[in-house]
């Protein structure tokens, strides 16, 4: 099975931009494993911010756009928030199975 | 407004079973692929299983640490989706959530394998 990887860790400045990008262990990640990025918060479900490797839900703050970069799937943070700071999961799609990487803790300070 | 609203979870001894549901609306729920995704204490998110749309043909698939344990299935008169858990171990414990392929999310139901 496919491993899917996450920085464990960033941190970013109130107001400050972040990469988090999602790597597959079988090569480059494409359009083809339609990557999804999810948000989640202590004792909270996850929340979909990113379908499709770059399109947003209604819900989706502007501030998140979704990408690929240099062989990765990457979530971009522009004027991070005190309130983005969560956990966030990327999924990989292989032929139909679903893989999630091991999630990002990403804090703002 | 899309809902799913989990329910069965519980305390189960190994090698039981359990089932859960989890009651959908506001969208067509025939049309929808539904997966099943669980979430250890303290650890990430693990995909379960899916059930495609009949008219998808109605299919399954499962991740290998429950492949030929769990079985995923579908009401489409009751717009509900199941999941069927057998010979279950302690390593099952989790939040059990489900998702209409990974864009809305139910609240999730624990899920606790001890003796």
């Known amino acids: 099975q496919a491993v899917v990887t996450q920085e464990p860790s960033l941190t970013v400045s109130p107001g400050g931009t972040v990469t988090l990008t999602c790597g597959s262990s079988t090569g480059a990640v494409t359009s083809g494993h339609y990557p999804y990025w999810f948000q989640q918060k202590p004792g909270q479900a996850p929340r979909t911010l990113i379908y499709d490797t770059s399109n947003k839900h209604s819900w989706t703050p502007a501030r998140f756009s979704g990408s690929l970069l240099g062989g990765k799937a990457a979530l971009i943070l522009s004027g991070a928030q005190p309130e983005d700071e969560a956990e966030y999961y990327c999924l990989l799609s292989y032929s139909g199975a679903w893989v999630f990487g091991g999630g990002t803790k990403l804090t703002v300070l | 407004e899309v809902q799913l609203v989990e329910s069965g979870g519980g305390l189960v001894r190994p090698g039981g079973s359990l089932r859960l549901s989890c009651a959908a609306s506001?969208?067509?729920?025939?049309?929808?692929?539904m997966s099943w995704v669980r979430q250890a204490p303290g650890k990430g998110l693990e995909w379960v299983g899916r059930i495609k749309s009949k008219t998808a043909g109605g299919t399954t698939d499962y991740a290998a640490p429950v492949k030929g344990r769990f079985t995923v299935s579908r009401d489409d008169s009751k717009n509900t989706l199941y999941l069927q858990m057998n010979s279950l171990k302690t390593e099952d414990t989790a939040v059990y959530y489900c998702?209409?392929?990974?864009?809305?999310w139910g609240q999730g139901t624990l899920v606790t394998v001890s003796s």
């Open positions: 506001g969208f067509t729920f025939s049309n929808a692929w």
């Open positions: 998702t209409t392929g990974g864009n809305y």
